[in-house]
């Protein structure tokens, strides 16, 4: 049969007649439906342009929180990205020994920013104290002869009690720098675990000691808290929030 219907269309080519066009039952309704997709992929790349955000800025920080990225000068970011190794140095001393890293042996152990080297003449020549947990009283620095630093075996003894060990740092002398605490909690009775870090700063640099370091009263007293980047957030701060 095949064979018969090419044999009569050579025929016909052959006498000089037309062949017959055969359209498809469905050419009409198809082409239709490839204008209509074509259509709606144009409308939804149209309505991605036109709703994207024009640019993309970093995640919002509360009103008592400060962006390390943007939110501080150049003499607290040195002092901040100082603090931030020097914090997990102290937890893992604290979780080895039961102890606190103090000043004078943050002398011997040469741990920025508490070190006294070039770095800390650059910034500021910062005064930073160590408030021991339960004793809230500050613990005096290197050489000031009116306020003895306490022996290893008191230090030793101050954790013992419930609270947080602070290292306070003030009278930065560079314009506008802050004050700056490092607040290590909680140093648990018993067990020796201090499991968090947090850094605040104060617009004025000679800010006193403000006695109680729970977020609530640090706020309260004009104290921020400084919102760290990690790779997530700096992924989200340049390419906005992903699906």
């Given at each position: 049969m095949a064979s018969q219907a090419l044999h009569d269309l050579d025929a016909d080519l052959s006498a000089g007649k037309p062949g017959k066009v055969v359209r498809p039952a469905s050419g009409r309704w198809e082409s239709v439906a490839m204008l209509l997709l074509t259509l709606s992929v144009i409308a939804c790349l149209a309505?991605?342009?036109?709703?994207?955000?024009?640019?993309?800025?970093?995640?919002a920080a509360l009103s008592w929180q400060v962006r390390s990225f943007d939110g501080l000068n150049a003499v607290d970011q040195a002092i901040h990205s100082a603090l931030l190794p020097a914090g997990e140095e102290i937890i893992w001393n604290n979780n080895d020994t039961g102890g606190w890293i103090t000043l004078e042996h943050a002398q011997k152990i040469v741990l920025p920013p508490f070190y006294r080297d070039a770095f800390w003449k650059n910034n500021g020549e910062v005064h930073w104290q160590l408030i021991l947990p339960g004793s809230h009283q500050a613990h005096a620095r290197s050489g000031d002869a009116a306020a003895p630093a306490p022996s290893?075996?008191?230090?030793?003894?101050?954790?013992?009690?419930?609270?947080?060990?602070?290292?306070?740092?003030?009278?930065?002398?560079?314009?506008?720098?802050?004050?700056?605490?490092?607040?290590?909690?909680?140093?648990?009775?018993?067990?020796?675990?201090?499991?968090?870090?947090?850094?605040w700063v104060h617009r004025d640099p000679n800010a006193p000691y403000p006695g109680i370091v729970k977020p609530e009263s640090l706020v309260g007293k004009g104290w921020r808290q400084v919102i760290a980047y990690d790779g997530n957030s700096e992924i989200e701060r340049v390419k906005g929030t992903q699906p």
């Open positions: 309505g991605y342009l036109l709703l994207r955000p024009q640019q993309v800025g970093p995640p290893p075996s008191e230090v030793s003894q101050a954790t013992q009690g419930q609270g947080a060990a602070v290292y306070y740092g003030s009278g930065g002398r560079l314009p506008g720098q802050s004050a700056y605490l490092l607040v290590i909690g909680h140093a648990h009775a018993g067990v020796m675990w201090a499991n968090q870090a947090t850094i």
